[in-house]
């Protein structure tokens, strides 16, 4: 499987798409539609912690009041089920391999690999 999970309106998941080779590989819009369960656990599976997924930076996330922010890995998996801002972007999963998030050494892995697949 070779999937991105991104926002096309977000100019860094642009910035980062236009440096990859994506020759193969299936854009996911999150407005369009959001992370599938079955990604997500495999995501979970990869990294160990729905936390680690989890978009803290978000606006909805910074809107909730502390009493209604999640505390345990079923309830970061719940939030980012019901609102796609929720999962951390890029989210991109290449075989067996998971790459999350816009910090150089991830974009750079994911560079890498998608280059030598």
Not at 9 to 14: A, L, V
Request: hydrophobic share 40%; with cysteine; proline share 3%.
């Amino acid at each position: 499987m070779r999937r991105i999970y991104h926002l096309s309106t977000c100019d860094t998941c642009r910035k980062i798409l236009a440096g990859l080779n994506t020759t193969g590989v299936e854009l996911v819009n999150l407005r369009e539609r959001n992370v599938s369960e079955e990604d997500l656990d495999f995501m979970f599976n990869r990294l160990g912690s729905y936390e680690a997924l989890f978009n803290k930076r978000a606006q909805k996330w910074k809107a909730l009041p502390d009493a209604a922010r999640p505390k345990e890995d079923s309830e970061f998996r719940q939030l980012i089920l019901e609102e796609y801002t929720f999962l951390k972007r890029p989210a991109a999963i290449v075989g067996h391999l998971v790459f999350i998030g816009n910090d150089a050494a991830t974009v750079a892995a994911l560079k890498n690999v998608l280059e030598s697949a």
